[in-house]
């Protein structure tokens, strides 16, 4: 039987001491979905993520990811997804070619599939002439692609994006967003982070943390009919400012 909410938090709890930095959020995302999680810097956002995606164990609540639970399966959780952090998580100090390589070898991929899938990356990145160099010297939105497309390579359900575009140009920014409407296509659903708020006019749903809580979830359109707003900026600052 096919699931069809991937993601799944019920009343989802991080507590750092006396300090609640998730509290008690609930919501569903369904497959293929792009699923916007926004928020100012400090919100929660990356907290809520980590619990997600199994490197963070809730303070309460529920929560399953690809059907496996936050609490019993965390490993199960990390074979089923992939996740591209704020640093996209490549190896400055090995080449183009040497990071598909080895992020494949964690994924478990056969040698045979690594090269395929290996050929197939740099093809369609456009890094022919670069796959022997060092990933310290490519651009930002090169980085960001590559990280995006390993991330990608064991051919996830889900692929968790923890504010994927911050300081990257607006151009690389809409690049990026195209690969992401291409893993959505494909039926990867898609869990993004960010503070931009106009990235959130790409999302099929977004949430909005404010403080630790989810003070908002639907499509940007209804969002914007719901707080009588022209933007998601519009309502995010709406909703921050109490």
């Given at each position: 039987?096919?699931?069809?909410?991937?993601?799944?938090?019920?009343?989802?709890?991080?507590?750092?001491?006396?300090?609640?930095?998730?509290?008690?959020?609930?919501?569903?995302?369904?497959?293929?979905?792009?699923?916007?999680?926004?928020?100012?810097?400090?919100?929660?956002?990356?907290?809520?993520?980590?619990?997600?995606?199994?490197?963070?164990?809730?303070?309460?609540?529920?929560?399953?990811?690809?059907?496996?639970?936050?609490?019993?399966?965390?490993?199960?959780?990390?074979?089923?997804?992939?996740?591209?952090?704020?640093?996209?998580?490549?190896?400055?100090?090995?080449t183009v070619k040497e990071?598909?390589?080895?992020?494949?070898?964690?994924?478990?991929?056969?040698?045979?599939?690594?090269?395929?899938?290996?050929?197939?990356?740099?093809?369609?990145?456009?890094?022919?002439?670069?796959?022997?160099?060092?990933?310290?010297?490519?651009?930002?939105?090169?980085?960001?692609?590559?990280?995006?497309?390993?991330?990608?390579?064991?051919?996830?359900?889900?692929?968790?994006?923890?504010?994927?575009?911050?300081?990257?140009?607006?151009?690389?920014?809409?690049?990026?967003?195209?690969?992401?409407?291409?893993?959505?296509?494909?039926?990867?659903?898609?869990?993004?982070?960010?503070?931009?708020?106009?990235?959130?006019?790409?999302?099929?749903?977004?949430?909005?943390?404010?403080?630790?809580?989810?003070e908002a979830?639907?499509?940007?359109?209804?969002?914007?009919?719901?707080?009588?707003?022209?933007?998601?900026?519009?309502?995010?600052?709406?909703?921050?400012?109490?």
């Open positions: 039987m096919e699931i069809i909410n991937v993601i799944k938090a019920k009343n989802l709890t991080k507590k750092f001491g006396d300090f609640t930095a998730v509290d008690a959020i609930t919501f569903e995302v369904k497959k293929g979905e792009i699923f916007g999680f926004l928020g100012a810097n400090g919100a929660g956002k990356t907290t809520a993520m980590k619990m997600l995606i199994g490197i963070s164990i809730p303070t309460s609540g529920e929560a399953s990811v690809a059907g496996f639970d936050v609490y019993k399966n965390p490993d199960d959780i990390k074979k089923n997804i992939g996740y591209m952090s704020q640093k996209f998580a490549l190896y400055d100090d090995l990071n598909i390589t080895f992020y494949g070898g964690i994924y478990g991929l056969s040698r045979e599939r690594i090269k395929e899938k290996r050929c197939q990356l740099v093809e369609e990145l456009g890094l022919q002439n670069v796959v022997n160099e060092l990933v310290s010297s490519l651009p930002l939105g090169w980085k960001q692609k590559l990280a995006f497309s390993v991330a990608l390579l064991h051919e996830p359900k889900i692929i968790f994006l923890d504010e994927p575009t911050g300081g990257v140009d607006p151009i690389t920014r809409r690049q990026f967003w195209e690969m992401i409407y291409k893993a959505a296509n494909g039926g990867t659903t898609v869990f993004v982070t960010t503070h931009y708020m106009d990235e959130a006019e790409y999302c099929d749903r977004v949430s909005i943390m404010v403080d630790g809580k989810i979830l639907d499509t940007p359109k209804n969002l914007k009919e719901q707080f009588k707003a022209e933007t998601m900026n519009d309502v995010f600052l709406i909703l921050a400012r109490g």
